[in-house]
């Protein structure tokens, strides 16, 4: 159980245009959602937090304008990267708290590889 | 803030010796857990072990075991009998210990390879 996918697992795309990644819960309701992006041979670090129904929280220094959240369901929150660029290609992890008893568990998507030409 | 360190960037044994992964925080809280997660070349996150800061006894998973030491801010992570699907990046993460989605703040991470 607990299982969390993402869409697409690898996208290029053209710089100016938009890209949507999904990450879904499959066999659990996720009441928060967690963005991470992680460059090559680096850490993950925390873009945003998506709560279902309300607006994200957004990190120090993420332009939230540039990455839309949005978390309209309790199995599906989505992240768009608006007009990319190339340093916007990275890989993008989300992952999905199921809001149980057990507060310390969080599970992790594949992950998306985006690479802007 | 929280903030979490791994001192090791790159570490490599041979197959079947034993290794330790360091990582040191540095937190006012008093109540978080810490994990250490292992990310093989698929890039899927995987949850190796997690140490509830209110508990003294060490945390073990099969291999896997944990040195913490909370007046340090200490917490190692030990693989005995290293096997090849070793072979990842470590993360050491914190989260604090309160009600609620808390997010994960990740150490730089150590990658460890495991030789045949």
């Known amino acids: 159980g607990a299982v969390v996918s993402q869409h697409p697992s690898w996208v290029i795309c053209k710089s100016g245009t938009s890209v949507k990644i999904e990450c879904r819960s499959l066999d659990f309701q996720a009441t928060t959602m967690f963005w991470y992006r992680q460059f090559p041979k680096q850490s993950l670090m925390l873009m945003a937090t998506?709560?279902?129904?309300?607006?994200?929280?957004?990190e120090q220094g993420v332009e939230k304008d540039k990455f839309l959240i949005n978390h309209a369901s309790l199995t599906l929150s989505t992240l768009t990267v608006t007009s990319a660029h190339p340093e916007d290609s990275s890989f993008y992890i989300c992952s999905a708290y199921p809001g149980t008893a057990r507060t310390d568990t969080q599970y992790f998507g594949p992950g998306t590889r985006l690479t802007v030409l | 803030a929280q903030t979490v360190t791994q001192s090791q960037p790159e570490m490599s044994v041979q197959e079947a010796e034993t290794v330790t992964l360091s990582c040191t925080y540095d937190?006012?809280?008093?109540?978080?857990?810490l994990f250490w997660y292992k990310q093989p070349p698929s890039r899927q996150m995987i949850l190796v072990i997690r140490?509830?800061?209110?508990?003294?006894q060490n945390a073990t998973e099969n291999r896997f075991s944990v040195n913490f030491q909370k007046a340090a801010k200490s917490f190692s992570l030990k693989i005995s009998d290293s096997q090849l699907g070793d072979t990842a990046m470590y993360f050491c993460a914190f989260m604090k210990g309160i009600q609620g989605a808390q997010k994960l703040v990740f150490g730089q991470g150590t990658r460890l390879t495991i030789n045949p």
């Open positions: 998506s709560n279902e129904g309300s607006k994200a929280t957004y």
């Open positions: 937190t006012s809280e008093n109540n978080y857990y």
């Open positions: 140490q509830e800061a209110y508990k003294q």
